[in-house]
Nanobody, 115 residues
Framework: QVHLVESGGGLVQAGGSLTLSCAAS????????MGWYRQAPGKQRELVAV???????TYADSVKGRFTISRNNAKNTVYLQMNSLKPEDTAVYYC?????????WGQGTQVTVSS
């Protein structure tokens, strides 16, 4: 059974930084394309960043140049480094495969950016 556990969210002022972690069990992140997603209140969940098996990355236009997705194969963990945070980045952040599998959604981690 696959479990993806997100952590690292919190309350931060605009311009600040956070690093989110996604610890995986029951799957191996280095042999999957993995993604970070977010869902803001009243909005649909959206794709934020993707990391392929070969370390290629793709970002939503809204986060390009500010967010970086990476992984640690030994820890079977995927990260999202978020810099220059904006109030519009406020959302619950999730990790999943890319494209996502419905059974893999975890609880997410809340990121709140104050202005």
């Amino acid at each position: 059974q696959v479990h993806l556990v997100e952590s690292g969210g919190g309350l931060v002022q605009a311009g600040g930084s956070l690093t989110l972690s996604c610890a995986a069990s029951g799957t191996i992140v280095s042999i999957r394309a993995m993604g970070w997603y977010r869902q803001a209140p009243g909005k649909q969940r959206e794709l934020v960043a993707v990391l392929t098996i070969g370390y290629s990355t793709t970002y939503a236009d809204s986060v390009k140049g500010r967010f970086t997705i990476s992984r640690n194969n030994a820890k079977n963990t995927v990260y999202l480094q978020m810099n220059s945070l904006k109030p519009e980045d406020t959302a619950v952040y999730y990790c999943n495969e890319a494209p996502p599998l419905n059974d893999y959604w975890g609880q997410g981690t809340q990121v709140t950016v104050s202005s």
